[in-house]
């Protein structure tokens, strides 16, 4: 990896685990990182802004843009498309940090577009707590937060494919984790 090219952070995890939240911290600590806002066909939950946590576009929109090629990786779940636009991470990695949200399948294809990227699997401290946080949340009814847990053993099940599994239990030791991890492949 040359010099002054940033560095690639993929962060998975299962539905919950606070990957949001975690991601929101590393932003406000890493300066050189930006986050790559993924398009969805999902709808928007409750306080989320387009082009914030999402761009909500319609299944036909993006049908047409994996037609064009703009889409670095996408996979189909929960029902709903969700992909990373490839323009920005292009252009953005040239002098940034770039960090993608993605699930295990977009990971998976990820490295091996770049191999170099560095990717991150947070997991729960444990079950129990995993459910408590998704309640907690609130934005999801009984079934969904259901399909949320059965897709939480499918990614879990990937974790051997990530350099790192970090343990989501305090947020801010694992905001410092993962800063020092950061680092570490920063001096290569
Ligand atoms: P995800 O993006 O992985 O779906 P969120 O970031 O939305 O998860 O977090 C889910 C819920 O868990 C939120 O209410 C968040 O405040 C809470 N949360 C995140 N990390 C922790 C933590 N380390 N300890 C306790 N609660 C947490
Ligand atoms: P949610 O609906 O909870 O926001 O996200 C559901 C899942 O989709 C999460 O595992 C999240 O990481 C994943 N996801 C979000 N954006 C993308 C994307 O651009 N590509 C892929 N492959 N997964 C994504």
Redesign the pocket.
Same mark, same amino acid.
């Given at each position: 990896m040359s010099k002054n090219k940033g560095i690639l952070i993929v962060v998975s &995890?299962?539905? &919950? !685990? &606070?990957? &949001? *939240? !975690?991601v929101d911290m590393l932003l406000k600590k890493l300066p050189r990182a930006v986050l790559s806002v993924s398009c969805t066909t999902r709808a928007p939950r409750e306080g989320e802004q387009n082009g914030k946590s999402y761009f909500f576009i319609s299944k036909q929109a993006f049908l047409k843009m994996i037609d064009e090629g703009g889409f670095l990786e996408y996979s189909n779940h929960f029902e709903n498309y969700y992909g990373t636009p490839r323009f920005f991470v292009e252009e953005k990695l040239k002098d940034s940090d770039v960090i993608l949200e993605i699930d295990v399948d977009g990971a998976e294809n990820v490295k091996k577009l770049y191999p170099d990227a560095l990717l991150l699997m947070i997991t729960p401290p444990s079950k129990d707590e995993l459910i408590r #946080? $998704?309640k907690? #949340?609130g934005t999801e009814d009984e079934t969904l937060i259901q399909h949320r847990l059965e897709r939480a053993d499918y990614e879990l099940s990937k974790s051997k494919i990530y350099d790192y599994t970090v343990i989501? =239990? =305090? $947020?801010n030791q *694992?905001v410092d984790n993962i800063l020092k991890i950061v680092e570490t492949r920063r001096k290569g």
């Open positions: &995890g299962p539905s &919950g !685990v &606070g990957k &949001g *939240t !975690v #946080r $998704l907690m #949340r989501n =239990d =305090d $947020l *694992t």
